[in-house]
């Protein structure tokens, strides 16, 4: 008897599994999915059908169906986890694995189905896996160890290509998910950056380019000019007509303003019914002229309630900063907060400075 016919006898007495198991108990479906490739005819069979293996000859199939062992796994058990080392090819002959990136298990990434491998990067970088692998269903595999594996690779060129096709094609996918994640991130970030509800830039924003922009002009000498903005009698439309009203009026108010504003000036929500406007490269002088021409417009602009009827003039007051020196962004702030607050005293729908 040869030796790999030797093999092949001692891997049917290995695993050659019967119909049912001892004391006439029927077999787990676990042992019935590791029974449909127990027989070493049938397991080469479906393996010569599977594309990465197609074209390897009878002796190649042979030395894989005598050597490399099958691993069956229930619904949830993991094959892989990111992290962890690994040193096998696994082949899948049935059922369906889901691929994750880490053990946070919330988003499916990949799904492997019969015929795909999983697990060679790892087997040849000797790195640990980076991503964790879970049976979502009953599953069989075929496990190849590194020796078997090069032995394969070495022995056919075909197998050899069409699984660096297949590993190109997974990064490719890789890239693209990659891609996609990133846009999202930036619909995200820019997201976070507007005000949800007005769609002028957001708190967040204001807090992160105030300061930016308050640096970069006492370093060339610029001037710059904030102004703090607050809608008159808010409280009072929010009471009489309801908090969506109040939200079409906020809305409006911030379509006025980014309406009237230069391209270079910028506008944010500071909260409830606050603003912020920016005038960059602008003295107190000019700031409070471009502040009038807000002034005027929201006290011209039509404002309609939720039933469409309209609702009594809107006016909006203003308090005007200039920067200082040595200002830092919350002494500019405050400093613009004290003329609204005085321009709220006075009288309202009013500009103080």
Same mark, same amino acid.
């Given at each position: 008897?040869?030796?790999?016919?030797?093999?092949?006898?001692?891997?049917?007495?290995?695993?050659?599994?019967?119909?049912?198991?001892?004391?006439?108990?029927?077999?787990?479906?676990?042992?019935?999915?590791?029974?449909?490739?127990?027989?070493?005819?049938?397991?080469?069979?479906?393996?010569?059908?599977?594309?990465?293996?197609?074209?390897?000859?009878?002796?190649?199939?042979?030395?894989?169906?005598?050597?490399?062992?099958?691993?069956?796994?229930?619904?949830?058990?993991?094959?892989?986890?990111?992290?962890?080392?690994?040193?096998?090819?696994?082949?899948?002959?049935?059922?369906?694995?889901?691929?994750?990136?880490?053990?946070?298990?919330?988003?499916?990434?990949?799904?492997?189905?019969?015929?795909?491998?999983?697990?060679?990067?790892?087997?040849?970088?000797?790195?640990?896996?980076?991503?964790?692998?879970?049976?979502?269903?009953?599953?069989?595999?075929?496990?190849?160890?590194?020796?078997?594996?090069?032995?394969?690779?070495?022995?056919?060129?075909?197998?050899?290509?069409?699984?660096?096709?297949?590993?190109?094609?997974?990064?490719?996918?890789?890239?693209?998910?990659?891609?996609?994640?990133?846009?999202?991130?930036?619909?995200?970030?820019?997201?976070?950056?507007?005000?949800?509800?007005?769609?002028?830039?957001?708190?967040?924003?204001?807090?992160?380019?105030?300061?930016?922009?308050?640096?970069?002009?006492?370093?060339?000498?610029?001037?710059?000019?904030?102004?703090?903005?607050?809608?008159?009698?808010?409280?009072?439309?929010?009471?009489?007509?309801?908090?969506?009203?109040?939200?079409?009026?906020?809305?409006?108010?911030?379509?006025?303003?980014?309406?009237?504003?230069?391209?270079?000036? +910028?506008?944010?929500?500071?909260?409830?019914?606050? +603003?912020?406007?920016? +005038?960059?490269?602008?003295?107190?002088?000019?700031?409070?002229?471009?502040?009038?021409?807000?002034?005027?417009?929201?006290?011209?602009?039509?404002?309609?309630?939720?039933?469409?009827?309209?609702?009594?003039?809107?006016?909006?007051?203003?308090?005007?900063?200039?920067?200082?020196?040595?200002?830092?962004?919350?002494?500019?702030?405050?400093?613009?907060?004290?003329?609204?607050?005085?321009?709220?005293?006075?009288?309202?729908?009013?500009?103080?400075?």
């Amino acid at each position: 008897m040869s030796e790999l016919a030797k093999t092949l006898e001692n891997y049917v007495s290995r695993h050659a599994l019967q119909p049912k198991a001892a004391g006439g108990d029927r077999l787990s479906s676990a042992d019935a999915v590791h029974a449909d490739f127990a027989n070493p005819i049938a397991l080469r069979n479906a393996l010569a059908r599977m594309e990465l293996l197609r074209g390897l000859g009878v002796e190649i199939l042979d030395a894989v169906v005598a050597r490399c062992p099958i691993r069956v796994l229930a619904p949830g058990e993991p094959l892989l986890v990111a992290g962890q080392t690994n040193s096998e090819i696994f082949l899948v002959l049935a059922g369906e694995f889901a691929v994750h990136l880490d053990d946070r298990l919330e988003a499916r990434v990949a799904t492997l189905r019969p015929g795909d491998t999983v697990g060679e990067l790892s087997a040849i970088d000797k790195k640990p896996t980076s991503a964790t692998v879970i049976a979502h269903s009953e599953a069989a595999l075929l496990v190849i160890d590194e020796t078997m594996f090069w032995h394969v690779i070495q022995a056919s060129h075909g197998f050899a290509v069409r699984l660096m096709l297949k590993l190109v094609e997974r990064l490719r996918a890789n890239n693209t998910t990659v891609q996609a994640n990133m846009e999202l991130s930036a619909h995200f970030e820019a997201a976070a950056l507007s005000d949800a509800l007005t769609g002028v830039h957001s708190r967040r924003w204001l807090d992160e380019t105030l300061p930016r922009l308050c640096d970069r002009h006492r370093f060339d000498g610029m001037p710059l000019t904030l102004g703090v903005v607050d809608v008159d009698h808010f409280k009072k439309v929010n009471d009489q007509h309801g908090h969506q009203t109040g939200d079409r009026v906020l809305v409006e108010v911030a379509r006025t303003l980014r309406g009237k504003l230069r391209p270079t000036d +910028f506008v944010a929500r500071f909260g409830g019914e606050e +603003f912020v406007v920016i +005038f960059p490269s602008t003295p107190l002088p000019g700031a409070r002229i471009a502040a009038e021409r807000l002034r005027e417009a929201v006290g011209k602009a039509e404002f309609k309630a939720r039933d469409g009827s309209a609702l009594p003039r809107v006016t909006i007051s203003l308090g005007l900063a200039a920067l200082g020196p040595d200002q830092d962004t919350t002494a500019l702030l405050e400093r613009a907060d004290q003329c609204l607050y005085q321009a709220k005293n006075n009288g309202r729908d009013r500009i103080e400075s």
